[in-house]
Structures are given as C-alpha cells and as structure tokens.
C-alpha cells in the first residue's frame, strides 16, 4: 500500500493539471450519510420522519411538503446540519491540501457545499446538482441563484412544531413566487447563467490540460455514476498523458480494464488514505 500512495503522490506532484471528481461517498466518510436512515439522521431529522414517514435526508429533499412553512423548516434543517460546525472537517482539510498548491479544478454531486466551506474557491468548482445554501424562484421567472445563509440559518433557529414563521418564508423578489434550494430535486432546477459558468469553466478546465499530464482523482464515485465517473473514465482514454486515481470501498472500487494501465485504485477509507497521502506528501 506504501508505494501505491508514493505513487499517487508522485503522480499529482507531477501533474500539470488535477480533475477531482467527488460523490456520495466522499460525505460519508466525513460522517453525512444523506441516504441512509442511521441514528445521526433520527438525532437531527426524527421529527420529520415522525411526521411525513421519510428515512433519510434524500428523501426529505424530494418530499412533496403541505406547506411553504413545512418545507423551510425541512430544508433549513438540512442547511444546519450541513454547515452548523461552520468549520471544515479533517478529511475536507486533508484533500484541500493535497491540491492546493496545484491547479485544479472540483466537479461534484454533493450538495452539503463542503467544499466551498473548506476553502475551495468558487471559480474552481462545478457543483452539478446545486447545493443546500443557494435559493432559486420555483417559477425560475429569472435565472438568478440567491446566497441563502443568513434566511436559512434564522428559518433553522426560529422553526416551531416543524414550521418556520410565515414572515421568514422567503419570496421571489421578481415575481412574489415561492422559492426553493438550488438543487436538483425536480423539474425547477435552474440550469441558469451561474450553473453554465461553471459548467463552461470546467470545460475549459479540461480543454486546457488537453495533452498535459493529467489527474483525474475521484472520491466516493459509485462504481456505475454516469454524472461524474462515466466522463472521468473516457477523458482518461482520451488523454494520452492521464493518470486515473480512485479512491473508494470495496466493489464500488471499478476501474475498466481498458484504462487498467493508467489507472491506480485504492480500496478503503478514504479518510484514512487522504491522512496517509497528506502525511507523506
Ligand atoms: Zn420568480
């Protein structure tokens, strides 16, 4: 195992550019299991599971709510449970600081906004599917993405019987609508000018590192996630010069034979393995 992290490291050491490519599994070795009915999620969410019947946070998110009141008080819970130590964990630390110093670029399914808080500029993150802090109109009359902080923090101190108080609950400043989280849970998503930026500077990204050596480094990527895993795995057949690195457990461990020889996998914890690398880097 030394050596396939000596290699890793050696690898990103080298590289002229790094893909980080992260999902599910990355939050849950931070300890946020958003589908899973575990006791972290009856501590922080019981209620809701009392009242509406759902088993986990996923299924809170597309939970169809009664009420405005109802639905901020599930979603601004969420927002508190993400980001209420308001401090980065020791795995975001460690993975932040094995690429900080290169240039990098983070795409990612997970909506906890884990890495922002750690400190990975915005201009160097695609957060495909949204994240629990933006609000969005739900009529999406503009494309407009709202910071939610401050209105969620309050609707998470102030909710009452599972309500937030009617004045909090927050109101398209175009068209009086409802809002809702920027995230992907129906058909509402905006997809607009900031989510193309994004989406157009991780392109960039990659054009510019066509030919360089490359790695893409993947955490907690199931083994068949078309989002996120299926494009690193065809920019590393792609390019020349790419080292594919994935860390994950077991048999969400894939790699295909036909990137085999540019590829170094890593079964276990990622939170032990990213403590590893920092440690000899
Ligand atoms: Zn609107």
Redesign the pocket.
């Known amino acids: 195992m030394k050596e396939k992290y000596a290699e890793i490291i050696t690898k990103i050491k080298e590289a002229d550019g790094i893909v980080v490519g992260a999902s599910n599994g990355l939050s849950i070795s931070e300890g946020i299991h958003i589908f899973a009915e575990n006791a972290d999620f009856l501590e922080n969410f019981g209620d809701f599971r009392e009242k509406y019947g759902f088993r986990s946070i996923i299924q809170g998110c597309f939970y169809p709510f009664p009420s405005e009141e109802e639905k901020w008080a599930f979603f601004s819970r969420m927002y508190d449970y993400f980001l209420y130590t308001g401090e980065a964990s020791s795995v975001m630390k460690n993975l932040y600081d094995l690429v900080k110093d290169k240039d990098y670029f983070v795409v990612t399914s997970n909506i906890d906004d884990h890495f922002r808080q750690t400190g990975f500029p915005e201009h160097r993150l695609f957060e495909i599917e949204g994240n629990c802090r933006n609000l969005q109109?739900?009529?999406?009359?503009?494309n407009q993405i709202y910071p939610g902080d401050n209105i969620l923090s309050e609707m998470a101190q102030k909710q009452e019987n599972g309500k937030v108080p009617q004045d909090l609950i927050p109101k398209?400043?175009?068209?009086?609508?409802p809002?809702q989280v920027h995230l992907e849970v129906d058909r509402n998503f905006l997809q607009g000018e900031a989510w193309q930026a994004s989406y157009q500077a991780y392109q960039d990204f990659i054009k510019n590192a066509h030919g360089k050596k490359m790695v893409l480094l993947e955490l907690g990527v199931g083994a068949r996630n078309q989002l996120i895993k299926a494009p690193l795995m065809k920019l590393t057949s792609l390019e020349e010069n790419a080292t594919y690195i994935t860390l994950n457990k077991g048999r969400e461990l894939y790699i295909p034979d036909a990137i085999a020889d540019k590829s170094i996998g890593v079964d276990g914890n990622i939170t032990e393995v990213l403590e590893q690398l920092v440690l000899i880097k």
């Open positions: 109109c739900t009529n999406g009359c503009h398209c400043p175009e068209c009086d609508g809002m």
